[in-house]
């Protein structure tokens, strides 16, 4: 099992930044590829970034490519969401998850945070 818990949420306005930790606790969090997810009231969830077990390759969605950006510390069993140049519609409770691969998919992923609350006013 692995235990996940987000943190880092809040109110900003349009072009503000936030950043957003995720903690990890149970099995070896190097293990895992760990991916972050949103979802907006009213619609699916959907793919934001994911960052490989290394942290050598990590991926983003279109919508936050070049504002964005994923890392992670394996000693502190941490991942963390870097969001600059916020705009209004990355309003969303945003997830962090974990899985054995590095997918878009939400399905492919095992364990995930309770989420925490992102919104931007414009």
């Known amino acids: 099992q692995v235990q996940l818990v987000e943190s880092g949420g809040g109110l900003v306005q349009a072009g503000g930044s936030l950043r957003l930790s995720c903690a990890a606790s149970?099995?070896?969090?190097?293990?895992?590829?760990m991916a972050w997810f949103r979802q907006a009231p009213g619609k699916e969830r959907e793919f934001v970034a994911v960052?490989?077990?290394?942290?050598?390759?990590?991926y983003y969605a279109d919508s936050v490519k070049g504002r964005f950006t994923i890392s992670r510390d394996n000693a502190k069993n941490t991942v963390y969401l870097q969001m600059n140049s916020l705009k209004p519609e990355d309003t969303a409770v945003y997830y962090c998850a974990a899985g054995t691969r590095a997918t878009y998919a939400s399905s492919a992923y095992n364990y995930w945070g309770q989420g925490t609350q992102v919104t931007v006013s414009s």
């Open positions: 960052i490989r077990w290394s942290g050598g390759n990590s």
């Open positions: 149970g099995r070896t969090f190097s293990d895992y590829s």
